[in-house]
Nanobody
């Protein structure tokens, strides 16, 4: 059974930074492209950043130039470095495969950005 465990969220002022981590189990990381998703209250979950097995990355327009996704296959971990945070980045952040094909979601990590 695959487990995804997100951590690193918190409360930060606008302009601040956070680094999220996603610990994975099994071979999910080595077999899949991975993504960071977020879900704000009352909104649908959206993909904000993704990284292929080969290391290519893509970002949604609203986070380009501010967020950086990376992966460490040896540590079975995916990271999301978030800089220049804005109040609109406030959400619960999750990691999962990209595209999502049914792997159970973790609990996520809350990111709150105050103005």
């Amino acid at each position: 059974q695959v487990h995804l465990g997100e951590s690193g969220g918190g409360l930060v002022q606008a302009g601040g930074s956070l680094r999220l981590s996603c610990a994975t189990s099994g071979s999910i990381l080595s077999r899949n492209d991975m993504g960071w998703y977020r879900q704000a209250p009352g909104q649908q979950r959206e993909l904000v950043a993704a990284i292929t097995r080969g290391g290519s990355t893509k970002y949604t327009d609203s986070v380009k130039g501010r967020f950086t996704i990376s992966r460490d296959n040896a540590k079975n971990t995916v990271y999301l470095q978030m800089n220049s945070l804005k109040p609109e980045d406030t959400a619960v952040y999750y990691c999962n495969t990209d595209p999502w094909y049914g792997v159970s979601w973790g609990l996520g990590t809350q990111v709150t950005v105050s103005s």
